[in-house]
């Protein structure tokens, strides 16, 4: 598949509103400027209704709030705390050609770290902040994948609600019950997560209904309706 102007190119990015969010990636792909990520980290966020902040704080919102805005900033900062290995890995990532069962190891398990590294964030500015919860902090994936792809749109599926369901319709039936997941061998126990599954079944899905070729923002456009086959 020839390469794709993701800033550009309007059919392939599903339209002219995911243009403008991977030229706000293309034009600052870097976490070393925590300004910049506390506006990539809103921006992706909201737009893509993910906001990483939902649910973490005393308000069960992600109106834009000081209680808000400060945990966008803190966990902006912790991005940036680590932008050395995070700019590392994302730039290796895109290094492939595209997401295969080869190197789909890679790019999970960078996921989960990422995930990983935003809900530590979260607990500690709750603990910070003296904000006390019945509910522990819950992965962000679906805002990890949505943030991760925009940086690396060609090795990241977009996961969230709909998608899995409407993946499930077409893999096993709306009544269907999915199989136990097959796990690469030599995969560690800590990388068999829900995205993990996800990106598996995605890539399954695109091996039998993509011959001639896909990429993680087609397969999502094709699921949510926003792209027409």
């Not at 809900?119 to 805002?143: E, G, L, P, Q, Y």
Request: glycine share 4%; charged share 25%; proline share 4%.
């Amino acid at each position: 598949m020839d390469k794709i102007d993701w800033c550009n190119d309007r059919k392939a990015a599903g339209g002219y509103f995911n243009n403008a969010l991977y030229r706000v990636t293309a034009n600052q792909p870097m976490h070393s400027d925590p300004d910049v990520v506390f506006a990539k980290v809103v921006i992706i966020g909201r737009s893509y209704s993910a906001a990483v902040t939902r649910g973490a704080g005393q308000l069960p919102t992600d109106a834009e709030t000081e209680e808000d805005r400060s945990l966008n900033t803190f966990i902006a900062k912790s991005i940036s705390n680590n932008s050395k290995w995070i700019d590392k890995k994302i730039s290796y990532i895109n290094n492939y050609d595209n997401l295969t069962i080869n190197n789909i190891f890679d790019i999970v398990d960078f996921h989960r770290k990422f995930d990983d590294l935003i809900i530590k964030s979260i607990k500690i500015w709750r603990k910070d902040n003296n904000i006390i919860s019945k509910k522990d902090v819950s992965s962000r994936s679906s805002f990890c994948s949505k943030y991760l792809h925009f940086h690396a749109p060609m090795h990241f599926f977009i996961m969230d609600s709909i998608a899995q369901r409407r993946l499930k319709e077409i893999m096993v039936g709306k009544n269907g019950r999915w199989p136990n997941t097959v796990w690469p061998e030599g995969w560690q126990a800590e990388t068999e997560t829900d995205y993990a599954r996800f990106s598996l079944r995605m890539l399954d899905h695109a091996k039998r209904h993509y011959p001639n070729g896909w990429t993680p923002r087609l397969i999502d456009g094709h699921l949510l309706g926003y792209i027409k086959p």
